[in-house]
């Protein structure tokens, strides 16, 4: 009996229907009957799964079996195809026989007669399984011989199979390949996954449970399993459970995957399939049918017959009009054309939309006065000073009109960066799609410094995750047309994102980026990187100066984290100063986040110092620079912290509450701005008594800091506000080591003055919001000068035997153990006092501990035990 290989391979799933087909096919070969057989299918979509398990199925069964497998580098091989096939029916002493009778004068079209008279003496008298994939790819000598080849070998057993994504008659037509008499062709059809033979995919692959939040990226992989594959492998990459904060590297991975196989695809299609898709990649949005037809070149049959083609390649959406089915794949797909050869596109194609808007009166809209498409706008037109914040909308239309018109690949890019900018305010994400495409479509030596100001407003954005992804593809791709040193600035942002990102490392390695900066962006990313570990302050001083001293040739983000730097080193003039120059800059330069997140940092420095009004003044011009709506999801928490304790150091808890109940941050350990969220939340906690609650967050916040390498305890006190929530909880020792450790940090550092004084403003506001702080007064000098750690009672005295003994009890819990001792209940002590109940129960259940007793009698026996004896 013969043994059918299985189908339970993860490639093969979804295709028991074309896997059946064949089998049947299979079976009338062994009985003599001949077939020629197409699977076809779009990208990804496993074809080439399918044809091996027909292969297998045939050798299987004995019968004779010839495989070619072609390729873009076979295409460029004459008879190549016959020359695999031959190879796989033949033994090596049939092949050296057939070589040795060869002379050196034969032609080589005697050659090639030969090698298909053996293949058909093999074919003659026992049934042969002809296994060609890729037809599509195959070299157009091998396709001629092999269309004679095939119908004079069909007068025996002969079953061929071939897999295309196009229809064959497009590829024989395409290499001159005529048969001489029509046969009869069967086509298996390979189709697009259900949502529940994707998941079997995918679970199959890894070899346990996907959640269903991960199948949202079998849409990008166009529901093929070649592609899913990748996802799988990603997945299996990963190491640990999946979240909601994997869907995106995963989509990432399938449109990469997405992209490679349609690309390969791409290479082996007709000229005119390739110049229609190129075509629809720059005017499919804007143009009709007749006109996409005229840029492609291509008339009516011509047209119809590339649409079929490209659409069974599942690189056009099913819709009226031709339309890309991913039109992030428009990027790749004219990164294989040349500058000139993009310019000529882009102007043909403005030309033909200039005559459709001017029918529709669309050139109204024109600025400058231009009445008509074919007038181009000048530079001075866009650097026109933008439009009123209310006229947003119309700027970005405007805008997107100019991009059809005829201009040069580096007008283009610029273009696409002013209308960044102007959707940064109306459509956010928008913006960030326009300014990948000057990075990963307009890279070229012309377009370099524009390329660089996109991968800067990109990451000012605040998505370091999407931003370290694109900047290190595009340092990929210029490494062999950038000069290195205008690399720089580049690598400078790729570490900055690298720095502030979160979640896997990269598949590539980040730009690279010495500690021996070569460029003022270099020196920049450095300090602050040294800033955030407190390490040489010396250094980091020398560092950001150097770079803040040209501030031209240094990206926005880069100076921002130059004067950051300063701050931490505690030049608190210069930082502030060159914060006010950035955002001067950036609104001179449509860069609204860019001034935005200066705006920001110049809040935190404000509120580092205890200036809480001037927080909320700064934190103000940033939401108007930049609407809080539009800001990204990934640096909204650090903006909600801000203003939560800018409120609570001007008295306005209750504000600051509701500011953190509409705060939202990204899942756990996403972004580096979530610590800051964590820690404004704590100080919430500790003014509403939850020591406990305070400190889970203030743990979580301190654990993300340390991940990030981050130590500079100028950035966020944690662990004196970590130290408070001990205390509450009765641990004095613990709150005093992490006092102590924390010193020891701002001292090596050399900023003990300004970290003393930070430690002051925080401990202070929380003691005006009702938060008992024993070392509010305390610590005024560095560790390195004490004998001992401090007190909770301040610094440690000589002891004296014969002082009174000391008071274990804080002034705020002898208030309330008097008012136990004087017979009032909780609730009266806490009107008594002006306190809630919970904080007495509080403050009550740490004189229990700190007393040694259990309860409130034996708490009232051991205070009038002691008034006795006093």
Excluded at 466 to 492: G, N
Aim: with cysteine.
């Amino acid at each position: 009996m013969t043994a059918i290989p299985a189908s339970s391979s993860p490639q093969l799933v979804g295709r028991q229907a074309v896997l059946d087909s064949l089998d049947g096919f299979v079976r009338r070969l062994e009985s003599g009957v001949s077939d020629i057989v197409v699977v076809t299918g779009p990208v990804g979509s496993g074809r080439s799964a399918v044809l091996q398990w027909a292969v297998d199925r045939a050798r299987a069964s004995g019968l004779a079996v010839g495989v070619a497998r072609c390729s873009p580098r076979e295409s460029r091989l004459p008879y190549g195809a016959i020359t695999q096939l031959l190879g796989t029916l033949c033994r090596p002493s049939r092949i050296g026989a057939l070589a040795s009778g060869i002379g050196p004068t034969s032609r080589p079209t005697d050659t090639v007669a030969r090698m298909c008279d053996t293949l058909l003496a093999l074919s003659a008298g026992r049934p042969v399984l002809l296994a060609l994939d890729d037809l599509h790819l195959a070299d157009p000598h091998s396709l001629r011989r092999l269309v004679g080849l095939i119908h004079r070998a069909l007068q025996g057993a002969v079953l061929a199979v071939v897999t295309t994504p196009v229809p064959v008659r497009q590829v024989l037509t395409a290499a001159g390949a005529r048969p001489a008499a029509p046969r009869p062709v069967r086509t298996l059809r390979l189709g697009a996954l259900t949502t529940a033979e994707a998941r079997c995919v995918l679970e199959a692959r890894v070899g346990h449970p996907v959640p269903r939040s991960v199948l949202t990226v079998a849409g990008v992989a166009g529901w093929s399993p070649a592609v899913l594959h990748a996802v799988a492998d990603r997945i299996a990459a990963l190491g640990r459970p999946l979240g909601g904060d994997a869907v995106p590297q995963l989509t990432a991975a399938a449109r990469t995957a997405w992209s490679a196989r349609a690309l390969t695809t791409l290479r082996g299609l007709p000229k005119s399939v390739v110049s229609l898709l190129r075509a629809t990649a720059v005017g499919g949005q804007r143009l009709d049918p007749g006109r996409l037809a005229a840029l492609a070149g291509l008339d009516d049959g011509a047209f119809t017959d590339a649409v079929d083609a490209l659409r069974a390649c599942g690189l056009l959406a099913d819709t009226g009009t031709p339309r890309l089915r991913h039109p992030w794949f428009a990027d790749d797909v004219l990164a294989g054309m040349t500058g000139p050869e993009r310019d000529l596109l882009h102007r043909r194609a403005a030309a033909l939309h200039g005559r459709e808007s001017s029918c529709s009166g669309a050139n109204a809209q024109l600025p400058g006065g231009a009445t008509s498409p074919a007038c181009p706008w000048t530079p001075s037109d866009l650097a026109a000073s933008p439009p009123p914040r209310q006229t947003a909308d119309l700027a970005t239309a405007t805008l997107r009109h100019s991009l059809g018109e005829p201009v040069t690949e580096v007008e283009r890019a610029r273009r696409l960066i002013r209308l960044a900018a102007a959707e940064t305010v109306t459509a956010p994400q928008a913006a960030d799609g326009r300014l990948r495409q000057v990075m990963l479509r307009h890279l070229s030596r012309e377009t370099w410094p524009d390329v660089l100001d996109a991968a800067d407003l990109l990451l000012s954005r605040g998505d370091a995750e999407t931003a370290r992804w694109v900047i290190a593809d595009v340092h990929q791709r210029a490494l062999t047309k950038i000069p290195d040193d205008e690399l720089r600035p580049l690598r400078a942002l790729g570490r900055l994102a690298h720095k502030e990102k979160s979640g896997l490392p990269l598949v590539a390695p980040p730009p690279a980026h010495s500690d021996r900066p070569g460029h003022p962006a270099q020196s920049a990313v450095l300090a602050w990187t040294l800033a955030t570990r407190a390490e040489n302050r010396a250094g980091v001083l020398e560092l950001a100066r150097t770079a803040l001293d040209e501030p031209a040739s240094v990206p926005f983000m880069c100076r921002i984290a130059a004067a950051r730097a300063l701050l931490c080193a505690d030049d608190l003039s210069t930082g502030l100063d060159q914060l006010d120059a950035v955002a001067a800059d950036a609104r001179r330069r449509d860069a609204l986040a860019a001034a935005a997140q200066a705006l920001l940092s110049r809040a935190e420095a404000h509120l580092r110092v205890g200036r809480g009004e001037e927080t909320l003044r700064d934190l103000t011009a940033a939401t108007r620079a930049l609407p809080p709506p539009s800001w990204h999801s990934l640096l909204a928490p650090r903006l909600a912290a801000a203003e939560i304790l800018a409120l609570i150091r001007c008295g306005r808890v209750a504000e600051a509450r509701r500011v953190s109940e509409s705060a939202h941050s990204r899942p756990e350990g996403h972004s580096v701005t979530t610590p800051f969220l964590l820690y404004a939340r704590a100080e919430l906690a500790l003014i509403d008594q939850d020591a406990a609650r305070a400190l889970l967050l203030l743990e979580e916040c301190g654990r993300m800091l340390r991940a990030k390498r981050w130590r500079n305890p100028l950035l966020l006190p944690w662990r004196s506000a970590a130290a408070v929530a001990h205390h509450h909880l009765g641990a004095p020792a613990t709150a005093d080591d992490l006092l102590l450790r924390e010193g020891e940090v701002a001292e090596r550092w050399g900023t003990w003055g300004a970290f003393t004084a930070l430690r002051a403003h925080t401990h202070a506001a929380l003691k005006r919001n009702g938060v008992e702080v024993p070392w509010a007064a305390a610590a005024a000098e560095p560790p390195s000068a004490r004998t001992s750690p401090p007190s909770p009672n301040g610094p440690t005295a000589v002891t004296d035997a014969n002082a009174p003994e000391r008071d274990p009890l804080t002034p705020s819990e002898r208030d309330v153990a008097d008012l136990v001792l004087a017979g009032l209940a909780n609730r009266e002590i806490a009107h008594r006092l002006g306190l809630a109940t919970r904080t007495v129960e509080l403050r009550l259940t740490h004189t229990y501990r700190k007393l040694g007793v259990k309860g409130r009698a034996a708490l009232v026996a051991q205070l009038r035990a002691r008034h006795t004896a006093g």
